[in-house]
């Protein structure tokens, strides 16, 4: 096998795998957090959790204003903003070629900073950068079979993941609700116990306590509330 043919393997294993490899660095954030020493740990203000919060957030606004705006489609064809023979370069997709992508980024963003370890916040956010562009090369060389010049003339001026506001196309379909609770509730749901479970863990750390702040506290116990609440109404729709 020639390099080339290494290469292409190594791309087209990473997409196959994108949605529970970035899921390592959660463990290796607690690892990071047992192993510090606590005056080495950002210390944990609220400006603090609220930077890492509002980037994490974005992340989460990204993906609702994309996930929201298109047809009903399985898994995959969000991920990669296709919906049968379409190329989709409407709303989020007018903007940025990878909104989904872009989403995903800030919403790791988060919760890598508020991890609080220097050393760990830069090489984890290079990974996954890393990572999140050898599986956008796949991606987009999947695209390019599919669209041919359509596409690559479409990502001639748009960005894959810098956003360029001035190229805002407004969107072709109505806003769904819905299709975003349906498809975004769970992710919520982790991010949020993410920061949680890290925030448990620098306190013990830091303050050699098991407990979380009331902030989080609150905020996760609500999130358990709202995601059981919509668990139990989708399946009784899909009854």
Known sequence: MTLS???????RRLYDNRHWLPLLLYPAALLALLIARPFNIIPDSFVFTLLCAVISLSGVAVRVLTV????????????????????????MYSTVRHPIALGNLLAWYGIILYVGVTWFIIG??????????????????????????????WARYTNALIPNRKLWVSNRYRFS??????????GFFCLVLAFVTINLIRNRVIEF???LSPLWSTVGAITLLFTIFIRVIIKLINK
């Open 177 to 186: 609700l819905m299709q975003v609770i349906r498809r975004e509730y769970v």
């Open 209 to 211: 306590t098991w407990g």
């Open 68 to 91: 929201g705006y298109l047809p009903r489609k399985s898994e995959e064809e969000v991920e990669s903003g296709v919906h049968s023979t379409t190329l989709i370069t409407q709303g």
């Open 124 to 153: 984890a956010a290079m990974l996954y950068t890393l990572f999140t562009y050898l599986v956008l090369m796949s991606e987009e060389e999947e695209l390019k079979q599919r669209f041919g010049e359509r596409y690559t003339d």
């Open 5 to 11: 043919e290494q290469s292409a393997a190594l791309h």
